[in-house]
């Protein structure tokens, strides 16, 4: 069983930089996939980012060069840090777990609540 809680989102102007976390719970969180997704008002859940156990890491065409996924795993902590903020960056922002890597959001078992992030222009 894993546990997710993020932080760090908040009201940005377009072009700052914003760092979520998500702290996870759980002794095996370091074996895990962790994948970050958001979703916009009237719009479908869609894949940001993920890193795997290793250190292998996914990323969407979307946010590709503008935001880093990392781990730490001796703090049980993956971040994602978002720089070049855009208008369009505007969603909840979730995190998930699971033990395989797929940009498919039904596919992830553990998620967290989510954190706002809105970028103004």
């Known amino acids: 069983q894993v546990q997710l809680v993020e932080s760090g989102g908040g009201l940005v102007q377009a072009g700052g930089s914003l760092r979520l976390s998500c702290a996870a719970s759980?002794?095996?969180?370091?074996?895990?996939?962790v994948g970050w997704f958001r979703q916009a008002p009237g719009k479908e859940r869609e894949f940001v980012a993920a890193?795997?156990?290793?250190?292998?890491?996914f990323q969407s065409n979307s946010v590709k060069g503008r935001f880093t996924i990392s781990r730490d795993n001796a703090k049980n902590t993956v971040y994602l840090q978002m720089n070049s903020l855009k208008p369009e960056d505007t969603a909840v922002y979730y995190c998930?777990?699971?033990?395989?890597?797929?940009?498919?959001?039904?596919?992830?078992?553990?998620w967290g609540q989510g954190t706002q992030v809105t970028v103004s222009s």
């Open positions: 890193i795997r156990s290793g250190g292998n890491t």
């Open positions: 998930a777990a699971d033990t395989v890597f797929t940009p498919t959001d039904t596919r992830w078992t553990y």
């Open positions: 759980g002794r095996t969180f370091s074996s895990y996939v």
